[in-house]
């Protein structure tokens, strides 16, 4: 059936919660830009992205910039497979998004808000259009925005192409500029040369839909949902082998035990968390925590029951990265390609261990030598599915390897 | 390509670049719209959208080389994009992949004679809760069984 918008009722603590559109906009123009900059600091929001870099000094660093422009870009490029709460955020709370940009901007002092959308998403793209056409006849974008003297700010969309690798900021900043997505080397970093060389804010989706939380109900109130470290809460993108995929929002610090609880998976065996550039957890580790410092992740949670063969779901992931890697810096586009083949040779059971292990090293150069995150953590599912299913892989004979 | 094809391209173009800018940046919607227009980025098309942005052919041809959704070769009038990801891989794409092939009679990267259809795989495309899915052109179906993936093509048609 076609992927039609409609939204469905859904109940979560934070981002889910009841939300009057503007509001956020409305108190951030009451308590000016020096309160929000506190707020946002003190509710030690990280970005939602995958990366975990903290908001506020992002926001800062450019808040404090001298120059004649700035932007803030909203990363709407959400190509990690297993990710679709921005799809689920954008087209069900749009508000709380443009809200969020509307405030950034405003707190950073830019003019210029770019929302980049992913290619494959352009079936949302009348209706986010309209969207901001009703916040500019409510005055909540266009000039002297509710009144307030001097504060213009606007929201334009961009279309994506279908390249995974413009998730990262610095190469969205290449495709929005017209280049091929590359990612730039960093430093500089966008917060002092961004697009068009201005000091840019690229924030997550999710990201800035929390921000329009936290500056409506306050930090506090914010830090009292998650654990110490990973505050507020996170919306999972479930898919794989459960009764219920979905998005839900969750607090940071759920355990993987209750999210199968919730989700009502049967026979779990694995579950790959952050996305093919995730680590594959096996159920001895399933009383880990969903949170930036132990099993950290943008979103992705994709469960594999007893049935699957973690083989395939290597080669899966392998594949992606051989066709998604930009092909820039060495590591990346070759060590894809070195691993594919392995987990292939693999396949065929021609191999040798010491073959196995001269590719893991392999692995551990493109972590350290690739240029952006793609080359950095696409080894990280042939490290973690090799290691931690080397019985069902290397002693099994049902996975179709021959030991001669 | 006939003389007057190309002065209707380059009229297109020049049309194109008023709308959205002589910068770089405008470069990407540009090729969008071209693409969407003729299915297709065609070498003389690149030459001009070069030489009216006044940027090297070979940048714009960079540009289109690097994103899967522009093609420098004529594809069908319309586009399938089968999501290969795992997601959509677990929850039955092979059985959708191997009804489209043998309905269309062509494999995947390539477009039918007359040159209606062109089958693609892609990556993840955001619904891996309601796999499998597949774009066709603008639009995206989800929950696909094999029937009803021929019945959308069979309707788009």
Redesign the interface.
């Known amino acids: ?3 039609k918008i409609n939204k469905t009722h859904r109940e979560g603590a934070v981002l889910f919660s009841p939300y009057d559109a503007g509001s956020s906009i409305k108190k951030a123009l009451e308590v000016g830009r020096e309160n929000i900059l506190f707020e946002v600091r003190e509710s030690k929001i990280k970005g939602r992205g995958g990366a975990g870099f903290p908001t506020a000094t992002k926001w800062m660093l450019v808040a404090a910039a001298k120059a004649d422009k700035k932007y803030i870009v909203c990363n709407a490029d ?7 709460k ?2 689920v955020l954008l087209t069900e709370y749009p508000d709380l998004v443009f809200d969020g940009m509307v405030v950034a901007g405003y707190t950073i002092g830019a003019e210029i808000g770019i929302l980049y959308l ?6 949302m793209l009348e209706q986010l259009e309209d969207y901001l056409i009703s916040m500019r006849q409510n005055n909540l974008l266009g000039k002297n925005i509710l009144g307030k003297e001097g504060f213009n700010f606007d929201i334009s969309i ?7 690798v413009c998730g990262e900021e610095t190469a969205l900043i290449e ?8 990612p730039r080397n960093r430093p500089p970093y966008p917060v002092n040369t961004g697009y ?1 060389g201005y000091p840019t804010v690229v924030n997550n989706v999710e990201t800035l839909a929390s921000i329009s939380k936290i500056i409506t109900k306050g930090a506090d109130w914010f830090k009292t949902h998650g654990t110490e470290k990973s505050t507020g809460s996170k919306l999972f ?5 459960c009764k219920k ?3 839900y929002e969750l607090p940071w610090g759920t355990t993987l035990n209750e999210l199968i609880k919730i989700v009502d998976a049967e026979n779990t065996k694995a579950i ?1 968390v952050g996305g ?1 550039s995730g680590v594959c957890i096996p159920k001895s580790q399933f009383d880990r925590q969903l949170s930036y410092e132990d099993a950290s992740t943008g979103g992705s949670i ?1 469960i ?1 029951n007893e049935s ?1 063969k973690m083989l395939h ?1 290597l080669k ?2 392998m ?2 990265f051989v ?2 890697s ?1 092909g820039q810096c060495t590591p990346c586009r070759i060590g894809n390609v070195k691993l594919l083949e392995c987990v292939e040779r693999i396949e065929k059971g021609e191999y040798t261990f010491s073959y196995i292990n001269s590719m893991k090293d392999l692995s551990r150069t493109m972590q350290v030598a690739s240029k952006c995150g793609l080359g950095q953590s696409s080894p990280n599912p042939f490290l973690s599915i090799l290691e931690n299913f080397k019985d069902e892989i290397f002693r099994s004979k049902e996975n179709g390897v021959s030991h001669a | 390509m006939l003389v007057y094809e190309k002065n209707s391209l380059s009229d297109e173009i020049e049309v194109l670049i008023e709308k959205f800018g002589k910068e770089r940046s405008a470069l990407l919607p540009i090729l969008q719209i071209i693409e969407k227009r003729h299915n297709y980025i065609s070498e003389f098309a690149q030459q001009e959208v070069a030489r009216l942005l006044d940027i090297h052919p070979v940048e714009v041809y960079s540009v289109v080389s690097f994103y899967n959704f522009l093609h420098r070769y004529p594809q069908g009038k319309n586009i399938v994009r089968l999501c290969k990801t795992i997601s959509c891989d677990m929850a039955g794409k092979r059985e959708i992949e191997e009804a489209l092939k043998r309905e269309l009679g062509i494999n995947f990267d390539e477009t039918t004679r007359d040159k209606k259809w062109t089958l693609e795989y892609t990556s993840c495309l955001g619904m891996c809760d309601q796999g499998p899915a597949m774009l066709v052109n603008d639009k995206v179906y989800t929950k696909l069984d094999p029937e009803t993936a021929v019945q959308i093509i069979n309707d788009t048609k």
């Open positions: 059936m076609e992927a959400e190509g990690e497979p297993g990710t679709f921005d799809r992913r290619g494959e998403y352009i079936f961009r279309l994506g192409s279908g390249a995974y495709s929005l500029e017209g280049h091929r997505g590359e068009m993108s479930v898919s794989g082998d995929p979905g998005v790959q093919a994709m594999f699957r779901v899966n992931f594949d992606f066709e998604e930009c």
